[in-house]
């Protein structure tokens, strides 16, 4: 699944041992992964990083996962969730999929099975909803994962693309720093005080250099804000 690049996932698990077995395969598979363990970790995380995917266990310490579900379908109606649970008789699985998960695996299950049902929710048009994000003369191509003006891909490295995507889908609003650096990093990673900052100015030259008609204002102290070159 070599198109599980710069895809990021958020796990929302308690069990120590299954998060960071699910965080090791997909990783592997170049999936950029944050894992909580608390449902109001999730609420934050869900709040400041556009994620592309969804795992959400049910018994949680501090609630029902599916009480997640029900604020990202109003909030983000494209975004896949499948949830994970050993609460499998039909009852719990009809509960999980009326509040809108997309899928419901009951553990245990096997690692194959799940790669499968991220690969099957990713396909759904839903998902897709957003194709593309347009500003200046450039492009974003959501679905690709890259960006383009006249056509031509521009060449960025992974995470001057997350700067990038990131900055996009909030064009014309002010980003903090923190979550440009979480969608960036992840929760995890050692973040360097001023890589942000470099990997911002490499973007704004590049993104010049392509004639994007677009700027990246620095909002000093607070994060980064772009939009269309006047
Ligand atoms: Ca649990």
């Not at 909580?36 to 970790?41: F, K, P, S």
């Not at 997309?102 to 759904?124: G, N, Q, S, T």
């Not at 200046?136 to 960025?156: I, P, S, T, W, Y």
């Amino acid at each position: 699944m070599t198109e599980g690049a710069s895809v990021q996932i958020l796990i929302v698990e308690d069990e120590i041992e299954i998060a960071e077995t699910l965080r090791n395969v997909l990783q592997r598979e170049l999936f950029v992964v944050d894992h909580v363990a608390r449902l109001a970790m999730a609420h934050e995380a869900v709040r400041s990083i556009s994620y592309d995917l969804i795992l959400l266990d049910r018994t949680l310490p501090d609630g029902d996962g599916l009480s997640l579900v029900r604020v990202l379908r109003t909030e983000h109606p494209g975004l896949p969730i499948i949830v994970l649970s050993a609460r499998g008789d039909v009852r719990d699985r009809v509960a999980g999929l009326d509040e809108g998960a997309d899928d419901y695996l009951i553990k245990p299950f096997a690692l194959e099975e799940m790669f499968a049902r991220i690969r099957a929710v990713r396909r759904r048009p839903a998902v897709l909803c957003v194709e593309e994000i347009r500003a200046g003369a450039l492009v974003f191509d959501v679905v690709h994962d890259e960006a383009l003006v006249a056509g031509v891909r521009l060449d960025l490295v992974r995470r001057e693309l997350r700067v990038l995507a990131t900055l996009m889908k909030r064009r014309g609003r002010t980003v903090l720093r923190e979550s440009l650096e979480q969608a960036v990093y992840g929760f995890d990673d050692e973040v360097q005080s001023n890589t942000l900052d470099s990997h911002v100015s490499r973007l704004r030259r590049k993104l010049s250099e392509a004639g994007a008609g677009l700027e990246i204002h620095a909002v000093r102290g607070v994060g980064y804000l772009l939009r269309a070159s006047t």
